[in-house]
């Protein structure tokens, strides 16, 4: 591969903010996988955000940039899987697996799209130190007419827009929406891009906590849970954000919680690997987490805290959440998925076509 520009490259990141700033260029934030595109003639390389290959996980995607994409260029954006009228977070990661058996099966059953965002090489030319509103031009010369798997992102120059693609588009499965400057060349590794966020919050019944890495008189993250339907407590996701003083004072404070018999609590089947598979307990293993210790303590569930979240996947919360505040007003068996706010639907042809 002979291009101007050449992995290792880290893609540029953005910052959190509360709101969206006027005079940028806004755009969807795509809920996929981000990933560097290097193509030279028929040699396709996919970068993930930690500088892996992805090339062996989405054939059908490899096959399609040799098709769609210019013979030779870099370029930014995010792999995404469509299903159902709107982006699948969760069957996009079931495409990271071992097997290559596994891989053909699910590139046929759920094949991938690339949405590109930015450009950083084109033919000979190096264009990461050109302003972002060029690289924009050249990106847009360089796919206009392409179609699937490999798509254009629209983008506004109008905050009124962007605020409507903010209510919007999450029903799409979108993510939120990112800000960038016009006059911003590409900057490597740096949080010079600005994103938006949905926030709600939820209550949650607290069930288990992980110690800290450092110790275990220090607290790690606490272990959260909501009913279902049929009365069964649910692992939900965790809470971690916590300073080192914060750690070690809530870590005494849940001391009286800690259950004498584990067997006793509704998770009490994380020891079974048919769980684990299941995916439904918080010591499940992941492709993702490699070796790290997911041992947990079990609680007596009878204490709620009130948590922000961005979204679902699935059943669980798709990031870490933060903590707000414990809720002792709470009964804990009243805290049900029924709370959760749900996203309209919105079609997702119409986000890709920037209508």
């Not at 955000?49 to 013979?71: C, D, H, I, N, Q």
């Not at 400057?181 to 288990?208: I, N, Q, S, W």
């Not at 005494?252 to 009490?268: G, I, Q, T, V």
């Not at 809720?327 to 805290?335: G, H, I, L, V």
Request: net charge neutral.
């Amino acid at each position: 591969m002979d291009l101007p520009v050449l992995p290792p490259v880290k893609p540029m990141l953005a910052k959190p903010v509360s709101d969206l700033p006027e005079g940028m260029q806004y755009e969807a934030k795509w809920d996929g996988f981000r990933c560097l595109v290097f193509r030279d003639g028929d040699e396709v390389e996919l970068i993930s955000r930690t500088g892996k290959s992805l090339v062996r996980y989405f054939p059908e995607l490899v096959e399609g940039l040799r098709a769609r994409a210019p013979r030779r260029c870099v370029l930014d954006g995010e792999i995404v899987l469509p299903l159902g009228g709107r982006l699948d977070f969760e069957a996009l990661q079931q495409r990271i697996h071992p097997a290559a058996s596994r891989v053909r099966l699910l590139a046929e059953r759920t094949p991938v799209s690339y949405v590109a965002f930015d450009l950083l090489a084109l033919d000979e030319d190096d264009v990461t130190g050109r302003p972002l509103s060029e690289r924009r031009r050249l990106l847009e010369r360089a796919l206009g007419g392409t179609r699937p798997p490999l798509h254009l992102a629209p983008v506004t120059y109008s905050s009124a827009v962007a605020r409507d693609w903010f209510a919007h588009y999450e029903g799409a499965g979108l993510d939120g929406v990112v800000a960038k400057r016009p006059e911003l060349p590409y900057r490597p590794g740096e949080r010079v891009m600005l994103k938006v966020k949905h926030e709600r919050t939820a209550d949650c019944v607290l069930a288990g906590l992980r110690p800290h890495k450092s110790g275990p008189e220090a607290l790690g993250s606490l272990l959260l849970g909501l009913y279902d339907t049929a009365g069964a407590l649910q692992y939900v996701g965790a809470s971690s954000s916590f300073p080192a003083a914060r750690r070690r004072e809530l870590m005494e404070r849940l001391a009286p919680l800690r259950m004498d018999h584990p067997e006793e609590h509704p998770w009490a089947r994380w020891e079974d690997a048919a769980a684990h598979e299941e995916g439904r307990m918080p010591g499940a293993p992941s492709r993702w987490s490699g070796g790290k210790d997911a041992s947990w303590v079990p609680l007596r569930p009878e204490w709620v805290c009130e948590v922000a979240y961005d979204h679902m996947e699935g059943e669980r919360f798709r990031h870490t959440v933060l903590f707000r505040r414990w809720r002792p007003d709470r009964d804990p068996r009243s805290c049900t998925y029924e709370q959760l706010e749900q996203p309209v639907r919105y079609d997702l042809e119409q986000a890709l076509g920037g209508r």
